[in-house]
């Protein structure tokens, strides 16, 4: 059973940056089936995908929106997928959920419904 855990949410001012942590047990992090990916949803709008690991495609990916600011890498020493985000906007604000998913083909990972283990979710709030 994976069992995810997101830490290093918290408040910063615009421009500013922060990481993200997502500790992943009871699957390793570099097992080929398993896809994780960072997700996001803000008061109002709905969840969308932001970044992913490669998941068997050559690179990983990273939604528009935060392509260039955003970048999310696999730190296999920790078993743990971590997000660092810099440049940071108002429009940043949301609840950040780790996800994972076994067998999600990389032409899917923006697919929430694929993935059956999240994270409790973490804030990050930008002013």
């Known amino acids: 059973h994976v069992q995810l855990v997101e830490s290093g949410g918290g408040s910063v001012q615009a421009g500013g940056s922060l990481r993200l942590s997502c500790i992943v047990s009871?699957?390793?992090?570099?097992?080929?089936?398993?896809?994780v990916g960072w997700f996001r949803q803000a008061p109002g709008k709905e969840r969308e995908g932001v970044a992913f690991?490669?998941?068997?495609?050559?690179?990983?990916f990273v939604a528009a929106p935060v392509r260039g600011r955003f970048t999310i890498s696999q730190e296999d020493d920790k078993n743990a997928v971590s997000l660092q985000m810099e440049n940071l906007s108002p429009e940043d604000t949301a609840i950040y959920t780790c996800?994972?998913?076994?067998?999600?083909?990389?032409?899917?990972?923006?697919?929430?419904?694929?993935?059956?283990?999240w994270g409790q979710g973490t804030q990050v709030t930008v002013s």
């Open positions: 690991l490669a998941c068997g495609a050559p690179r990983p």
């Open positions: 009871g699957m390793s992090v570099t097992a080929s089936n398993l896809c």
């Open positions: 996800a994972a998913g076994l067998n999600v083909k990389w032409w899917d990972r923006l697919k929430s419904s694929l993935y059956a283990y």
